[in-house]
């Protein structure tokens, strides 16, 4: 194979590897309370609360507030489209709009800490150098009387940052260096908290998914299985079914 091609195959491989070391666990999960016995015809989801204390960003006062308010709806649209894919319609409920009464459940939570991090330290140094930081507590309730009746809690963290960065890959042999660091730091720059935000949305619906399942509201072909804290990842179905073919 010709050393460009192989350059090439890096580049486009190695960072796709890389991007896996961003992660995001669940733990304190908690089932409370009477369980519903059916899946729901909606799920409103709430922005998650957000105390600027929690937010350790590059920015500060009015950047701040228009930071932590992006955060908070991007946050809240990955969720509902997470929801919406795997348990049921989904959609944001805006803050001050009374909650539906009905056969509905709602996610509340809130930010615990929000780390950005440094891109620069994650694509030069990386294992963890600059790495950033998400965690969340989050509550599905029960509105069949209009009033929120919590039936599932959580907690998530995790973050990115475990990659090796381009120094990683030094070696003697330029020609070796140049394409491994490239490689390391397109892995490395691939984290961040937007990768930390959609891996939070897929675990807070994978609980939600697994709880359903024991509640026999959906069959394990549909069942998203989370990853625990201190666990390795739980085998995923495939998102689609190859059909069978008569004989």
């Not at 990683?168 to 892995?187: D, E, K, L, M, Q």
Request: include cysteine.
């Amino acid at each position: 194979m010709k050393f460009s091609t192989l350059f090439r195959l890096l580049l486009s491989i190695v960072p796709a590897l890389l991007a896996g070391c961003a992660s995001v666990s669940v733990g304190n999960v908690h089932p409370k309370g009477t369980p519903p016995n059916s899946l729901p015809e909606r799920i409103y989801v709430r922005e998650f609360s957000a105390p600027h204390d929690v937010f350790h960003v590059d920015r500060s006062d009015e950047k701040l507030l228009e930071f932590v308010k992006n955060e908070r709806h991007a946050l809240a649209l990955d969720l509902a489209a997470q929801l919406s894919k795997y348990i049921a319609p989904a959609e944001i409920l805006p803050e001050g709009k009374p909650f539906p009464k009905g056969n509905y459940w709602l996610l509340q939570g809130v930010y615990d800490r929000v780390n950005q991090g440094s891109r620069a330290l994650r694509i030069g140094v990386g294992f963890g150098a600059g790495g950033t930081k998400l965690e969340t507590r989050a509550v599905f309730s029960n509105l069949s009387t209009g009033t929120p009746v919590p039936f599932l809690s959580l907690l998530t963290t995790g973050g990115s940052g475990i990659a090796p960065g381009a120094w990683a890959a030094f070696t003697p042999a330029g020609a070796f260096f140049i394409p491994g660091a490239v490689a390391n730091a397109g892995g490395a720059s691939l984290g961040g908290l937007s990768v930390d935000r959609n891996r939070t949305a897929r675990e807070v619906t994978a609980t939600l998914s697994e709880y359903c399942f024991r509640l026999h509201l959906i069959p394990e072909r549909r069942t998203r299985r989370p990853k625990r804290l201190g666990a390795l990842p739980s085998f995923q179905r495939p998102d689609f079914v190859v059909p069978k073919t008569g004989l």
